[in-house]
């Protein structure tokens, strides 16, 4: 059975940095795209972040040189370095794997940006 699991999230002050983690087990990782999606009440979930299994990283515009993604194959893990929050950014982040048409999520965590 495959698992992901984020951690990482908190409460912090507009303008600080949090750190997500997303480690996966029992899964081929390197062939996986990784994703960083999010999502408040009454909204779609929408993809933040991407890095493909090639390496390549995309970022959803609002975020896109505040955020940086990576991945460590050997470590089964993703990352989001997340600098200069605002409250917008507030909700559950959820990382997930996703090969054609195979996708697995984790639980979520949670982000909290105040004012």
């Known amino acids: 059975q495959v698992q992901l699991v984020e951690s990482g999230g908190g409460l912090v002050q507009a303008g600080g940095s949090l750190r997500l983690s997303c480690t996966a087990s029992?899964?081929?990782?390197?062939?996986?795209?990784m994703n960083w999606y999010r999502q408040t009440p009454g909204k779609q979930r929408e993809l933040v972040a991407q890095i493909t299994s090639g390496g390549s990283t995309y970022y959803e515009n609002s975020v896109r040189g505040r955020f940086t993604m990576s991945r460590d194959n050997a470590e089964k893990t993703i990352n989001l370095q997340m600098n200069s929050l605002k409250p917008e950014d507030t909700a559950v982040y959820y990382c997930?794997?996703?090969?054609?048409?195979?996708?697995?999520w984790g639980q979520g965590t949670q982000v909290t940006v105040s004012s």
């Open positions: 029992r899964i081929i990782f390197n062939i996986y795209d």
């Open positions: 997930s794997a996703t090969w054609g048409r195979q996708a697995y």
